[in-house]
């Protein structure tokens, strides 16, 4: 078998092994389970998306032989496809167009595909399936089904709590469920491939050099989608508006990661940088309101471009590498 070949089926079946963690019922293995992506990211990025299909199916075809089908199924959505659109759009290169050559022997430079783009074709994927969800959610809709089983989740995790109590807190869970779920779910995929990125260059293996994440572009065409959900969260009733909540909350995700980039420059304004950002994630992580100005300010960044604004209103204290690989 080819190295490529082995490494691959290897990532694949240290993924399925991961994502089965959850079955031992302890605590730490939901650590296992967030970083399951990473092995089939790593052999993807470093070998392209060829070894990434072959991974993906060792893993979906482990967790059907050991899970059964639906768990294979749950394993695909949920970790092999993603892991594989995020490899083919990372590993698609686009000839250079603003002059200059690669080298001496007169090739045109490759601009490799930003990482926004990858984070916003992302979350318009995540979005996708929760209109996917929302079809299939039968007569009482998405927010009912939502209801009926985190109602039933909570009895098996807490079957001591009686049944107003925790019918109440699957009601107070139940508005931003489905949005906070796929969130998180972008979260893992993103931390996960700046992880597999950076431990590739680390090692040697990586066939794209780290893109700036503190130089974070959106697309154009982003803020439609963003825009559409909003509109339908506050014109829309009953399950239009519920969905549209959620979908909002997904698609804002690229705007929080752009809003990052923005605090990152203005961080690097002063001295005491590391030190103001430490206060700042801790910030974010303590206060959801907190997310969601950051958020907020990175669709300012898209629409009025904060960053040239602070680059040029300071001398800057820009460290030499802005490729934040870990």
Same mark, same amino acid.
């Given at each position: 078998m080819p190295?490529?070949?082995l490494v691959?089926?290897s ?6 092994i ?7 019922g302890t605590f ?5 389970v ?12 470093a070998?392209?998306p ?9 893993g ?8 059964g ?8 959505i949920?970790h092999?496809l993603?892991?594989w659109? =995020?490899?083919?759009l990372? *590993?698609?290169p686009?000839?250079?167009?603003? +002059? !200059?050559t690669? &080298?001496?022997d %007169?090739?045109? $430079?490759v ?6 783009h990858?984070?916003?074709v992302?979350a =318009?994927?995540?979005a996708g *399936? ?6 299939? +959610? !039968?007569d009482? &809709?998405l927010? %009912?089904y939502? $209801?009926?089983?985190?109602?039933l ?8 709590l ?7 807190i699957a ?8 949005g906070?779920?796929?969130?998180s779910w972008l979260?893992m995929?993103a931390?996960?491939?700046t ?18 994440y503190?130089?974070l ?10 825009v559409?959900a909003a ?21 804002a ?14 961080a ?8 103001l950002?430490?206060v ?9 309101w907190?997310a969601l ?8 960044e898209?629409?009025f471009g904060?960053?040239?604004r602070i680059?040029?209103?300071g001398?800057?204290?820009t460290?030499?590498n802005?490729?934040d690989?870990?």
């Amino acid at each position: 078998m080819p190295r490529e070949a082995l490494v691959a089926v290897s990532a694949g079946l240290a993924s399925a092994i991961a994502t089965m963690a959850f079955l031992s019922g302890t605590f730490f293995a939901l650590g296992f389970v967030y970083m399951a992506p990473l092995p089939m990211l790593m052999a993807g990025l470093a070998y392209g998306p060829r070894a990434t299909t072959i991974a993906a199916l060792a893993g979906v075809m482990a967790m059907g032989m050991f899970g059964g089908p639906v768990t294979a199924g749950i394993f695909t959505i949920v970790h092999a496809l993603p892991t594989w659109v =995020v490899v083919k759009l990372a *590993l698609m290169p686009r000839p250079g167009t603003q +002059g !200059g050559t690669s &080298g001496s022997d %007169g090739s045109l $430079a490759v601009h490799w595909m930003a990482p926004g783009h990858v984070i916003s074709v992302m979350a =318009v994927f995540a979005a996708g *399936l929760l209109v996917v969800a929302a079809s299939v +959610g !039968g007569d009482a &809709g998405l927010s %009912g089904y939502v $209801a009926e089983h985190l109602d039933l989740v909570l009895g098996q995790m807490a079957p001591d709590l009686d049944a107003t109590n925790r019918a109440r807190i699957a009601s107070a869970m139940t508005p931003l469920f489905p949005g906070a779920v796929a969130t998180s779910w972008l979260v893992m995929v993103a931390i996960n491939s700046t992880v597999a990125q950076g431990s590739l260059v680390r090692l040697g293996f990586n066939r794209r050099p780290s893109p700036s994440y503190v130089g974070l572009e959106l697309p154009g065409w982003m803020s439609w989608p963003l825009v559409g959900a909003a509109v339908l969260a506050l014109a829309g009733t009953g399950e239009w508006e519920y969905m549209g909540r959620n979908l909002a909350m997904v698609l804002a995700l690229p705007y929080f990661f752009l809003g990052l980039a923005v605090f990152h420059t203005l961080a690097r304004q002063v001295a005491a940088t590391k030190p103001l950002l430490v206060v700042f994630y801790l910030v974010i992580v303590i206060s959801v309101w907190a997310a969601l100005v950051v958020a907020g300010v990175g669709v300012i960044e898209q629409w009025f471009g904060l960053r040239g604004r602070i680059a040029s209103s300071g001398s800057g204290n820009t460290p030499a590498n802005d490729h934040d690989e870990t």
